[in-house]
């Protein structure tokens, strides 16, 4: 049986549509990558508002030590992959 007139626009229509959205959806997936610049500046400035919640909330001994070590050891990690 011949496709109806219809049924091939249909097809045409779908192809159509199909072929566009994968166009789109390849072309927005080119980003530019930027690096992320982070000084020395940032991790002080970090570090010392770390330091002022810290003056204003009391915490255990043991808490404290957690409370500069984590973030520390985050930030040396992030370091550690640049160089």
């Given amino acids: 049986m011949k496709p109806t007139i219809k049924e091939q626009l249909n097809k045409q229509m779908k192809t159509i549509i199909v072929s566009t959205l994968a166009i789109i959806f390849f072309i927005?997936?080119?980003?530019?990558?930027?690096?992320?610049?982070?000084?020395?500046?940032?991790?002080?400035?970090?570090?010392?508002?770390?330091?002022?919640?810290?003056?204003?909330?009391?915490?255990?001994?043991?808490?404290?030590?957690?409370?500069?070590?984590?973030p520390n050891i985050a930030a040396y990690e992030i370091i550690a992959q640049n160089d």
């Fill in 28 to 70: 927005s997936c080119n980003e530019k990558e930027e690096p992320i610049l982070i000084t020395t500046d940032d991790y002080h400035n970090a570090v010392n508002t770390l330091s002022d919640v810290m003056v204003h909330d009391i915490f255990s001994p043991p808490v404290a030590s957690r409370i500069f070590s984590y």
